[in-house]
């Protein structure tokens, strides 16, 4: 199985203390005071501004990240406090979509990209979901664009993170080659394979 290996720095241009993982880590300052840069030297990363994998949240893939805002898109210059590691997938991606929370209301099946709900399964809205195989990245607006979220197998009941408002449009994008784009739980990403996740 592929591990993936990242190195998160105390300030820009990686430089000052170091820490390296290949697995998640909730709380980023039991070994850093902050992190103002990072290294993805192989597989997939989400990384997080707040601790517990929390708030506002990217896709790094493999290189360099000399300051925060490049990887994030934020004016915060400490912003990363937790990580989780993508594991590689092999075999089938499949996911349920309910328009309700508590999977009330339609239910649609995935099994693969999907750059607009609203357009392709006419859903007005998309508040739980059950992620039955594969990895997802959800996005919050359509043709992969906005903030993303990462799914991983189970259930989904509402959207986690920093209460961002909800939004009509849900979309799936499969990540791959560099094509990783946004979310915020109302937009559904797209699978990772393990092909995908070693070309990086």
């Known amino acids: 199985m592929t591990m993936g290996r990242i190195i998160f720095y105390e300030d820009r241009n990686f430089q000052g203390r170091s820490y390296e993982t290949s697995s998640d880590c909730p709380e980023l300052t039991s070994y850093l005071s902050r992190c103002n840069s990072c290294r993805v030297e192989s597989g997939l990363f989400m990384v997080y501004e707040k601790p517990n ?10 290189g360099e990240y000399p300051d925060n805002q490049r990887l994030m ?12 590691m ?3 997938h092999r075999g089938p991606f499949r996911t349920r979509l309910y328009e309700r929370e508590n999977f009330g209301g339609q239910m649609h099946e995935l099994m693969d990209d999907c750059d607009n709900m609203m357009d392709r ?5 998309c508040q739980s979901c059950n992620v039955m195989d594969g990895h997802w990245l959800m996005f919050e607006q359509p043709s992969y664009r ?7 197998p189970g259930r989904v009941q509402e959207p986690p993170g920093d209460g961002a408002e909800q939004h009509d449009e849900v979309q799936l994008h499969q990540a791959h080659h560099g094509r990783l784009l946004a979310q915020t739980l109302n937009a559904l990403s797209g699978k990772i394979k393990q092909d995908q996740i070693q070309s990086l």
């Open 53 to 62: 994998f929390m708030g506002h949240q990217m896709l790094a893939r493999r």
């Open 73 to 84: 898109g934020m004016s915060m210059s400490d912003c990363i406090r937790s990580c989780r």
């Open 86 to 88: 993508i594991p590689s």
């Open 121 to 125: 399964f006419h859903m007005s809205d």
């Open 146 to 152: 906005g903030r993303m979220l990462y799914l991983r």
